[in-house]
């Protein structure tokens, strides 16, 4: 059974910095592709950043690139979502995310509040 769970959300103040994990079981977590994806209230959930099976090859979208890095560590089951510079705009649920025989698997989320 897929699982994936997050942590390491919270309140930030802008400008500041968090460390987002997604902890993975139940898949072998080293030949998939991942996501982080977020969704902030009345918005529809968009792609963060994707990051290759190995690792070595990463997307971001336009409004967090420079500011965000995610990476992942394949002995550890875990990826992870490194945001710097936090700005208001970045407040939403963050997921990760995981496609397995064509089915989507979704954490229960980490909340990211950015406010001063």
């Known amino acids: 059974q897929v699982q994936l769970v997050e942590s390491g959300g919270g309140l930030v103040q802008p400008g500041g910095s968090l460390r987002l994990s997604c902890a993975a079981s139940g898949f072998i977590f080293n030949i998939n592709n991942m996501g982080w994806y977020r969704q902030a209230p009345g918005k529809v959930r968009e792609l963060v950043a994707s990051?290759?099976?190995?690792?070595?090859?990463?997307n971001y979208v336009d409004s967090v690139k420079g500011r965000f890095t995610i990476s992942r560590d394949n002995a550890k089951n875990t990826m992870y979502l490194q945001m710097n510079s936090l700005k208001f705009e970045d407040t939403a649920a963050y997921y990760c995310?995981?496609?397995?025989?064509?089915?989507?698997?979704w954490g229960q989320g980490t909340q990211v509040t950015v406010s001063s």
């Open positions: 990051i290759s099976s190995g690792g070595s090859t990463t």
């Open positions: 995310h995981v496609k397995q025989a064509g089915i989507s698997y």
